[in-house]
């Protein structure tokens, strides 16, 4: 295990079913660590495993974002934290999403689940100077409508021209759902966007990373165009 830190929530949002957003305040060595977008960190509490979470929010703060889904024990223990509350960091880990290294291009974003929080940095990033990229494309898959998150923040992504692609999995199993059904990928395909001069960032559970990746195979793109992070 590396270092740990000190650090404490700052602050608590309700993203979407069983999701949160926590603050947190960490300190230099820490945050001076973060340089990469989508890197992640292990939290730390007392008689638990560390906890790894992908950092939601772009370099250059001097605190964290933490997007965190409650699926079992050590989630939900992360997932009850409140503004106040102590815990333990790491430093930032991990090669994150190359965003910087490709401007001027179209970017395709691809996540299914609590994998998004790993493009609200790029998003963030690429909000600062929009003129900087070309199309960008968001494909956001969920199993459910009520598991959709970032509702007031995808407004603003929108109108900052980044194109929202939603589609539920399994629309059925939850609230009422009158947009696209099916996977990302199927998605994707559906919509068969022109990739020349273009980049692709995808993030989530191994098969959903996958098919999305063969499903940009299929458009055109070349492995080295396509970057994986979690
Ligand atoms: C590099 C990295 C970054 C990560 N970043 C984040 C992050 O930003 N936010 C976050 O919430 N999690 C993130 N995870 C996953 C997180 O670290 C835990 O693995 C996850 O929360 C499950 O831990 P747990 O102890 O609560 O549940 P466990 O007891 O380990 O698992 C309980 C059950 O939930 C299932 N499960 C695990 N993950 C999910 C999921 N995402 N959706 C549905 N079911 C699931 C497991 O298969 C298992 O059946 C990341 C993992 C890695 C390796």
Redesign the pocket.
């Known amino acids: 295990m590396t270092d740990l830190y000190p650090a404490k929530i700052l602050d608590k949002k309700h993203l979407a079913e069983a999701?949160v957003l926590l603050a947190i305040d960490v300190p230099r060595e820490v945050w001076s660590g973060h340089i990469y977008h989508s890197q992640?960190v292990s939290l730390v509490l007392p008689d638990m495993?560390p906890?790894?979470?992908?950092i939601?929010c772009r370099p250059g703060y001097e605190s964290l974002e933490?997007?965190?889904?409650?699926?079992?024990?050590?989630?939900?223990r992360?997932s009850a934290l409140e503004p106040g509350d102590e815990l333990q960091v790491t430093t930032p880990?991990?090669d994150g999403f190359p965003i910087l290294g490709h401007r001027s291009v179209n970017v395709i974003l691809g996540a299914a689940?609590?994998?998004i929080?790993?493009m609200r940095p790029l998003i963030q990033e690429i909000m600062l100077a929009r003129g900087d990229w070309r199309r960008v494309m968001l494909f956001y898959g969920e199993r459910t409508a009520d598991r959709f998150s970032y509702i007031d923040e995808r407004q603003d992504w929108k109108e900052m021209n980044i194109e929202i692609f939603l589609t539920a999995s399994q629309p059925s199993l939850g609230t009422s759902w009158m947009g696209q059904s099916g996977y990302v990928q199927d998605y994707l395909l559906e919509l068969w966007p022109d990739v020349g001069d273009t980049v692709a960032f995808v993030a989530g559970?191994d098969d959903m990373v996958t098919d999305f990746t063969h499903a940009l195979y299929r458009l055109g793109m070349p492995p080295n165009s396509i970057m994986l992070n979690?």
């Open positions: 999701q992640y495993e906890w790894h979470g992908t939601a933490i997007h965190v889904k409650d699926v079992g024990e050590r989630s939900a992360i880990m991990g689940g609590v994998a929080c790993a559970k979690i």
